[in-house]
């Protein structure tokens, strides 16, 4: 009889192909070496907590992200992030803060959508975006949001949506030059002013302010 010494294997687990779906902590952490979801990537915390950083090293999800299901804080997700394929959706939420997508640049299809995070009071980050020219840019039922400090450098979007928010100004759009879809900013009771920072294009067929 004769044994043999293997040596354990320090080779990460592939990622996984097409579509990716994460409910718990430990599907979460067994992404952390992947770089590219070809698929779509639902993270589904289904009301629970999630720690993300994990999902750091992604560079690229070439269908959908959403967001949805998660209760605590994000801050400083995706940092890696810099192409999505057909749209991003952060929906019922409870976290009160959400930030992250600093090298986010491309989304090849699709709209960037915050809806119905009943909790949410602030937004930050997006500061590598320049062009959204797929979709919409759109902030809808997020009754509790006062503060966006993202999307600084957005200069070209094609739709925007503001409605049942509690923003006070559009100042984060600071950089915005033309809208080449809908415009609707609409039932954000302390929005009392909804003038844009900079004079803005508005290139669309309907509009409601």
């Given at each position: ?59 690229s999800v070439t269908g959908t992200l959403f967001i949805t299901g998660v209760s605590n804080n994000q801050s400083n997700i995706f940092p ?90 559009l100042n984060f759009l600071s950089s915005l030059q033309t809208n080449n879809g809908q415009l609707s900013v609409e039932s954000n009771s ?20």
């Amino acid at each position: 009889l004769s044994l043999r010494y293997y040596e354990p294997s320090n080779t990460p687990p592939p990622c996984p192909t097409g579509n990716v779906t994460l409910t718990n902590q430990a599907e979460v952490d067994a992404l952390a070496s992947c770089t590219t979801i070809s698929g779509n990537l639902t993270i589904n915390g289904g009301g629970n907590a999630l720690n993300l950083a994990p999902l750091n090293n992604i560079t690229s999800v070439t269908g959908t992200l959403f967001i949805t299901g998660v209760s605590n804080n994000q801050s400083n997700i995706f940092p890696n992030l810099t192409t999505v394929g057909n749209g991003i959706f952060v929906q019922n939420n409870t976290f009160q803060q959400f930030g992250g997508f600093n090298s986010f640049i491309t989304l090849t299809s699709g709209s960037l959508q915050f809806f119905s995070n009943s909790q949410l009071q602030t937004i930050s980050g997006f500061n590598s975006l320049i062009n959204l020219t797929s979709g919409n840019l759109g902030f809808v039922t997020n009754n509790n949001l006062e503060t966006i400090n993202a999307f600084s450098n957005l200069q070209i979007v094609n739709g925007l949506l503001i409605r049942n928010t509690k923003l006070i100004n559009l100042n984060f759009l600071s950089s915005l030059q033309t809208n080449n879809g809908q415009l609707s900013v609409e039932s954000n009771s302390l929005l009392t002013n909804a003038t844009f920072p900079n004079i803005v294009n508005h290139n669309f067929s309907n509009g409601t302010v």
